[in-house]
T-cell receptor
Framework: DSGVTQTPKHLITATGQRVTLRCSPRSGDLSVYWYQQSLDQGLQFLIQYYNGEERAKGNILERFSAQQFPDLHSELNLSSLELGDSALYFC??????????????FGPGTRLTVL | AQKVTQAQTEISVVEKEDVTLDCVYETRDTTYYLFWYKQPPSGELVFLIRRNSFDEQNEISGRYSWNFQKSTSSFNFTITASQVVDSAVYFCALSEASGNTGKLIFGQGTTLQVKP
């Protein structure tokens, strides 16, 4: 158990819908990362937050957005869902120091299925 | 450009065999970090090791060992006396110090099947 929690574990929804994925980082970690794992793209970095502020953006679609709240939990919002958004979404957290290159610990993931 | 290549898509071995998973990386940074993660069939990503670019010492942890060679930009992972529980997808990842973000760039992963 990494100490990172993600809810829900599974999510099945229809095209065009909007969903919210939630992540709670390990105690004491200030940095939260979101990654998408799909068969065709592999594991891709989406976005990073550090202590409530957006720190870096990767291959995140405009239909996707995220935020980190004062209690440091984070939410990833996916809207206007398409079939191709079906994937495993991971949240990871790290302390956030050491030039941000400290070890990231991953949550169990949320498996999103868009029908 | 930053890139991680795991050329072996799938490897199948019989229990107790030694197996080496290859990882080759590309980066222009002089300071960077390399990682290995394990993804068992249950799906979670489990951290195995973190190594910085200034430390080329090989590391051994039980049956696991890692060989870091900057001259060939490789960070290979060897499992000695493999066991069925080692069956998983293994990912190598790179994090560059420049940009101060910590984002991980992953390889495509190597699926290891250990047969009894």
């Amino acid at each position: 158990d990494s100490g990172v929690t993600q809810t829900p574990k599974h999510l099945i929804t229809a095209t065009g819908q909007r969903v919210t994925l939630r992540c709670s980082p390990r105690s004491g970690d200030l940095s939260v990362y979101w990654y998408q794992q799909s068969l065709d793209q592999g594991l891709q970095f989406l976005i990073q937050y550090y202590n409530g502020e957006e720190r870096a953006k990767g291959n995140i679609l405009e239909r996707f957005s995220a935020q980190q709240f004062p209690d440091l939990h984070s939410e990833l919002n996916l809207s206007s869902l398409e079939l191709g958004d079906s994937a495993l979404y991971f949240c990871a957290s790290s302390v956030g120091g050491q030039g941000m290159t400290d070890t990231q610990y991953f949550g169990p993931g949320t498996r999103l299925t868009v029908l | 450009a930053q890139k991680v290549t795991q050329a072996q898509t799938e490897i199948s071995v019989v229990e107790k065999e030694d197996v080496t998973l290859d990882c080759v990386y590309e980066t222009r940074d002089t300071t960077y970090y390399l990682f290995w993660y394990k993804q068992p069939p249950s799906g979670e990503l489990v951290f195995l090791i973190r190594r910085n670019s200034f430390d080329e010492q090989n590391e051994i942890s039980g049956r696991y060992s890692w060989n870091f060679q900057k001259s060939t930009s490789s960070f290979n992972f060897t499992i000695t006396a493999s066991q069925v529980v080692d069956s998983a997808v293994y990912f190598c990842a790179l994090s560059e110090a420049s940009g101060n973000t910590g984002k991980l760039i992953f390889g495509q992963g190597t699926t290891l099947q250990v047969k009894p």
